[in-house]
């Protein structure tokens, strides 16, 4: 099997990244982001996918962290499309239901190419240190969006914001290891249409 990585750059007015990412990883990340609280939901991602991640992001952070926060959304999507390439043997769908403290998050995808984001998430405070917490959102509609997956966040209770997003971006990391996981049963792709 053809080794499942990309290399992916995006560059604006407002942003310039620089993002490599290996779906078949040992959960190894390097990350020089100017958001830190990104940087350390991308940490956490990348462990518990066991994914490899190198990402050097730098934007206009001065205006706030919303163009990079987003930007990391769309390259990491087009990343994870381009590492998937045909999908062949893949086992297509994934889901977790992640405990974290207070919390409890289920996120479930569907590696379909037919993006969604069902977002069922109040979070209950508008910031996390200097972090809008409205960016993650955005974040992962733009993950969706660009990756063409059918993601499905659900926070089923919690008060403290850090933990409903960190339990968030692991619960994603958890389904997306079961989803991209090749299944030596399936001849071609899971899908009756004969593509994904």
């Known amino acids: ?16 990244i620089e993002l490599e990412f290996a779906i078949d990883g040992t959960g190894t990340s390097d990350l020089n982001v100017q958001v830190p609280f990104m940087s350390h939901m991308l940490e956490l991602f990348t462990k518990h996918g066991q994914f490899d991640l190198k990402v ?6 001065e205006v706030d962290d919303h163009h990079l926060t987003e930007d990391i959304g769309i390259v990491l ?13 893949i086992k297509r769908y994934g889901s977790m239901t992640l405990p974290m ?3 409890l998050v289920t996120v479930a995808v569907d590696l379909s190419d037919r993006p969604h984001l069902e977002w069922r998430a109040d979070l209950p405070k508008d910031r996390v240190g200097t972090f809008d917490t409205e960016n993650v959102h955005e ?19 919690g008060h403290n914001t850090h933990h409903i997003i960190e339990a968030m971006f692991k619960a994603l990391a958890r ?6 996981t090749v299944d030596p ?11 994904l």
Do not use: C
């Open 77 to 89: 999507g087009q990343a994870l499309k381009e590492a998937l390439g045909d999908k062949y043997g």
């Open 101 to 103: 403290d207070e919390t």
């Open 1 to 16: 099997m053809a080794e499942r990585k990309s290399v992916i750059a995006r560059k604006t007015r407002e942003t310039d």
């Open 175 to 180: 389904a997306l290891d079961e989803a991209t």
């Open 56 to 61: 050097a992001g730098k934007g206009d952070v």
């Open 185 to 195: 049963r399936i001849q071609g792709v899971p899908s009756t249409k004969g593509s």
């Open 139 to 157: 974040f992962f509609w733009k993950l969706a969006v660009e990756a063409r997956m059918n993601l499905h966040i659900v926070v089923h209770h």
